[in-house]
């Protein structure tokens, strides 16, 4: 591209910025006085907040309303994870600890039933849910000879999960993998894991289909030492994998794509960085309802815990490549991404300042239109007399998005829940 094309394609760019609107966000409501951690933004309820995270009851605050509870305590056991599907119905997975062995249990419907192999120990679950109620849940799994990563598929309409899949094979030196997961409509559903070996440890994908069973095993390119990364499977069944792997060489942001339930295609270089890390997430993907397929990433910069630069990258339906990058923010960390109807999206991220008694935190968003485009500019969302920090977001059907996080006076890692609402033009 000649240098007067790449002149007006910029001016374009940023002509297209201006010309969003600003998003009417509502003040930041409290949720709850109670202590949280993860609150999870949900589309179910026109936009709902799952909160109980390590405790013995996940409860649901609707609409910014109080949160109630919507699953009961079991003495041994405590909330991992959970999700709603487009129905509002919740699928909450739970550690129990107790003889013989400790194991991970789902609870669909108020039914309590275990979905870990109970031969042996299982801990550390994570759970994504589809809005036609696909769920995929996986966890590490104590073979004698070591931690492996398993994961079951709860096929939509359907009671429990399937039986477990064993994934990887028995992790080295007592390690275990690090497991990640995304879920589509119809069964389908991808998974990566990876156990820190080193410098050059290998990222691994495996994707299912609407059989509901994970194909062979991949290695990608680039994912070494703990790769940050983030999943999203499209309505249709794509597959969306990128990540920031921390090798020897420089750093970059890689896009693997494909079909859930067939090999991913070689990942594709986005942008590269520098080696600072920041804190919470640093990659984001999504699909979009008409298959826009959306990237974001805090490009890191040369010193560690001052966020990365906030670009975002679009590749439209049918589209071969991602376009250029749209220049958001500074100093971005936790970066959260949703799709919505048409062709919206919105970010999260936070932001943090030196104070004279502590490290102020500030919650960000920005919102592409139902119709495409430019992301609209960056609003401070949070209160600002509050610390606010771990972000996640949300998209109703009908294009409002709830962002939800933690507010405190430290800048810990949990506090008092708090969300906002706007609506997506």
Do not use: C
């Amino acid at each position: 591209m000649s240098k007067l094309l790449g002149a007006i394609a910029a001016t374009a760019l940023v002509a297209a910025v201006a010309a969003s609107p600003a998003a009417a966000w509502t003040p930041p409501t409290t949720l709850s006085t109670a202590d949280e951690a993860n609150p999870v933004a949900q589309a179910a309820f026109d936009g709902s907040v799952l909160t109980g995270w390590l405790k013995p009851v996940a409860s649901l605050s609707k609409r910014l309303g109080a949160p109630e509870p919507i699953t009961t305590a079991d003495p041994f056991e405590k909330v991992w994870d959970g999700g709603l599907d487009k129905d509002g119905n919740a699928i909450v997975v739970t550690v129990r600890k107790h003889k013989p062995v400790q194991r991970i249990r789902a609870i669909i419907g108020g039914t309590r039933r275990t979905i870990s192999d109970n031969t042996h120990s299982a801990t550390q679950p994570t759970l994504a849910v589809a809005p036609d109620g696909t769920a995929v849940a996986a966890w590490s799994w104590h073979d004698p000879a070591g931690w492996r990563a398993q994961v079951a598929i709860r096929r939509p309409g359907q009671p429990r999960f399937d039986k477990p899949q064993t994934v990887s094979p028995p992790a080295p030196n007592r390690q275990r993998p690090f497991v990640r997961v995304a879920a589509g409509e119809g069964g389908r559903a991808v998974l990566t894991w990876q156990v820190q070996t080193g410098a050059e440890a290998p990222l691994h994908v495996l994707t299912a289909g609407e059989n509901a069973t994970f194909g062979a095993d991949q290695v990608l390119a680039g994912g070494g030492r703990w790769a940050d990364v983030s999943l999203a499977v499209g309505a249709g069944g794509a597959v969306q994998v990128a990540y920031l792997g921390n090798t020897t060489g420089p750093t970059a942001l890689r896009v693997a794509s494909g079909t859930a339930g067939a090999p991913l295609g070689d990942p594709v270089v986005l942008a590269t960085g520098g080696k600072g890390t920041s804190s919470g997430t640093q990659v984001a993907s999504a699909f979009s309802a008409d298959g826009t397929a959306t990237v974001a990433w805090g490009k890191p910069g040369s010193s560690y815990e001052d966020g990365g630069t906030l670009e975002v990258y679009t590749r439209p339906p049918g589209a071969a490549a991602f376009g250029p990058a749209q220049t958001l923010a500074q100093q971005a960390h936790g970066i959260v991404l949703a799709g919505g109807p048409g062709s919206s999206a919105a970010l999260a991220w936070m932001t943090s300042e030196e104070r004279p008694d502590h490290l102020h935190w500030t919650v960000h968003a920005s919102t592409r239109p139902q119709a495409g485009g430019a992301f609209g500019a960056d609003q401070a969302i949070s209160d600002p007399a509050k610390a606010s920090l771990w972000p996640s977001i949300a998209i109703t059907p009908k294009g409002e998005v709830i962002a939800a996080w933690v507010t405190n006076d430290s800048g810990a890692g949990s506090g008092q829940p708090a969300a906002a609402m706007e609506q997506i033009g």
